[in-house]
């Protein structure tokens, strides 16, 4: 137990300032996150969004509530304005390798979650496909053109967007734009002669003949566009108003713009009290990205078989270096940062692992507590991670001062404080030891016969032995260190 | 590569015998299997069946076979007799456990594929969920009521068995049965009042006002009845007329009965031309099954935590053992025979292991090659997967014989040895060791300090600590075996 005296508050993008965190219906928490469009496989960008709302999720947990976590798999229909055109990004490429976009979905989500899963990210409660909920999101039109905020174009149907500005003025609510921005910005695509005003944007599109991702509307054979999905399956399992919708920064215009334009116009209320967003991972300053082929995937960092990584990244290290960074602030990629932070979560799995080890005495010189006090204070401040950090290594520091007997704590204190490093370090930051429980049993065991070995060699003052144990050792992947209580190793 | 002369043939259900295989559009090949209905956690059962099929997909494809493989989730409308009173299974638990029946659907989803990548069965290509197919499913029931096969009953729709029977005589095809015998299985259920016969099944079903699961259709809100998402996930992925049908026996009727009776009445065609039916397994001589309630789920298995359980059986442990049987044949679970099966993989395994330590010879005194073709002979006779375990058995009979010096074998011979054995065993029976390669690397290297050092003390006759050695090892879990050619070790 940490003692706890903070509200949490959370920077609400729709308010632009940080707000007391006040649930709609305590204990429980709705919050809805933009997943992955699963036609490709997911780079640091994407983790960084997962791993986010994977703390918040963690961490309003931590705090007592009851969170129904959901994360969409977007499997067709983004439409954005590059593909405003009706050819949506799976289709592609699915045409591509002769695959079933069924096909190419599945295959690239598993190795989405695979990635997810190794990165210690916590599966959300539910994870909807936009295929799966095609009924639904043809019912939101109906109610969209039912209500006056739709118009039937050719097959298609899009938004009005122009009516939506003039009769709620909440046009521009969320990312702070005005429409006369936004069409400079588009370009002259195919559909744009059906829209009444450029601005506007696809709800159903009228599939071509070749056109294979189809489904029947009362309007055409055809798909849905790409902001409904959210909308759809936000309601659906969520309500038509809940607590937080997160996503990343590059989703708040058009996307969750949209998603906000819908709710109003089809339920009469904004969907989510609170909006979160991570920023960016940058690559030189420009943002990481599929349009800008700049990136590189998870997969590749975890092989490290990319040009520009000097050596393969574990998937803890990718969370611990985008933890090391508070969310709402850029994050610029570079090996340097990269092993800084392989060694920062080294040292700190390292401590985890003294703690248990450490002397006891009869009275603690030190206390921790306060420690761990600032850490909860940090994540209630906005979920603070890095501070967070920096306050387990002032912890590291401590428990190496009474490893090295400069301190001491108690027995009960001991306790309380593997305590709170395995709420603070695993189950809220998330991290994790990497190697299996099994193996590293084992492997513990064969080390202590090697170790116990090498002792003896030494007290016989064999040093040849003693110094081929640790050769071979160093071969194997594996340093040790003779301390002052006996000899500790870690695989290198 | 394994030489072969023999046409796949395979038990085609809807003939009752032995049909030599030939695909509707080589090289490609269409397949659907029943997968698991996800409210519950998948037992030994369910592993049956994903591993016949696991076993049938990778031998089609060693075969030189493009396979479309698919397997469907279900997580609505699973309809049986038992609830046909449309109250369905996850619908309840979902109720139960006060959770959305997504999240629990999503939730012994996860857990199912991870028991089934824990025994190594291949990811079928596309897994379509029946709740992500609705529209679909409406789309049949329109075309059978068009057809005057189904007929609209207080906003249920249901299928018209007589009149199907009495114009096609097809009914009974695959299962054998005839209507008088349905009838008298019947028991008096909500809903049978509406039906004009008591063998004719719900398409459609009109949800009751607290029933969750409800989707908008042109007759009621509701949900579809459970044959049909097989009939139109088949259809939509795999074409109207595909390859192979697979499932367990118990799927026979009414389940796969009623799918041809809506493929024949919609599309005007069987939808599979091979209907491939694995058989079950029984404890005590009984079906394990869930509705008997003496099943023992693939947790249990791997925890060993099931009081007819006398130990922890390993996932591959479960693999070999299903594959000891021929699919066709019932398979009775017992301590004794899974215990047997441990024994005889870890043997298997131990042979693989060997055969890159063989002293090779410039001549080879036997020849293992018409083995491994009678291996490839009895997968082509459907899929005699015993047979092929009882051949690998002979090399591994062989490999000890060339340990020994008993026999000899070439370097090309052993290369061979070392390709064939890993194409039947790793490939075609799936077959792995469940070590993971790093661990495993890490800890051989560990292995080889303490047997040199064990050595050592032998040369020295120092058997104190050669002694010790070994009793440290044993209690690490690790168990060291003297030989002509030095000492092997293995995780006991």
Redesign the interface.
């Known amino acids: 137990m940490i003692k706890n005296n903070n509200d949490l508050s959370v920077y609400n993008t729709l308010t632009r300032k940080k707000e007391i965190f006040k649930a709609l219906n305590p204990p429980r928490v709705g919050m809805y996150v933009c997943g992955p469009t699963v036609y490709g496989d997911a780079h640091l960008g994407h983790a960084r969004s997962a791993l986010t709302f994977d703390t918040v999720y963690r961490f309003l947990q931590y705090l007592g509530y009851k969170v129904?976590y959901v994360r969409n798999i977007t499997d067709v229909g983004h439409l954005e304005n590059d593909s405003d055109n009706g050819e949506d990004k799976i289709e592609k490429k699915a045409k591509l390798e002769q695959l079933?976009p069924?096909?190419v979905a599945?295959y690239y989500t598993?190795r989405y979650l695979d990635a997810m899963d190794a990165m210690n990210v916590l599966?959300p409660?539910?994870?909807?496909?936009a295929?799966?909920?095609?009924?639904e999101q043809i019912?939101i039109v109906e109610q969209l053109l039912k209500n006056g905020y739709a118009y039937e174009s050719n097959g298609s149907v899009y938004f009005d967007v122009n009516k939506y500005n003039n009769d709620t003025h909440k046009y521009g609510i969320l990312s702070n734009r005005v429409i006369e921005e936004m069409i400079s910005n588009t370009r002259e695509l195919d559909g744009q002669e059906e829209k009444r005003h450029p601005a506007d944007f696809a709800l159903w599109k009228k599939a071509s003949p070749e056109h294979i991702m189809r489904?029947?509307s009362p309007w055409s054979i055809g798909f849905p566009g790409w902001h409904l999905e959210c909308t759809a399956m936000s309601k659906k399992?969520l309500g038509e108003r809940f607590d937080i919708h997160g996503g990343g920064l590059d989703l708040l215009f058009p996307h969750h713009e949209s998603e906000i334009a819908q709710s109003v116009c089809a339920f009469g209320s904004e969907p989510a009290k609170y909006w979160l967003h991570n920023n960016m991972i940058t690559v030189d300053g420009q943002k990481m990205g599929k349009s800008l082929n700049n990136f590189i995937t998870l997969n590749e960092f975890f092989s490290g078989s990319h040009p520009k990584l000097n050596k393969a990244y574990s998937p803890m290290t990718i969370r611990f270096f985008i933890l090391q960074a508070h969310y709402r602030s850029t994050l610029d990629f570079s090996n340097d940062a990269l092993s800084a932070a392989e060694k920062g979560m080294k040292k700190l799995l390292e401590t985890q692992k003294n703690i248990d080890r450490l002397p006891v005495s009869k009275t603690s010189s030190i206390d921790t507590a306060p420690i761990f006090e600032k850490c909860i204070e940090a994540m209630c401040d906005d979920f603070n991670t890095p501070v967070v950090i920096a306050n387990l290594f002032e912890i590291s520091h401590m428990v190496n001062q009474i490893m090295n007997k400069k301190e001491s704590i108690s027995e009960k204190d001991r306790a309380e404080l593997k305590e709170n490093f395995a709420i603070v370090f695993n189950h809220i930051l998330g991290m994790r030891n990497e190697?299996?429980d099994d193996?590293l049993k084992?492997?513990e065991?064969?080390?202590?016969?090697?170790i116990e070995?090498r002792n003896?060699a030494r007290a016989e003052k064999d040093w040849a032995?003693s110094d081929k144990?640790r050769d071979?050792?160093t071969?194997?992947?594996?340093s040790i260190k003779d301390g002052k209580d006996g000899v500790s190793w870690d695989?290198m």
Do not use: C, F, V
Not at 125 to 129: A, E, G, K, M, S
């Open positions: 129904r079933e069924m096909e599945q598993k599966r409660n539910i994870q909807p496909h295929t799966g909920h095609i009924m019912e489904w029947k399992y190697q299996t193996s084992t492997m065991k064969l080390m202590d016969i090697i070995m003896k032995t144990i071979e050792l071969k194997a992947g594996i695989l």
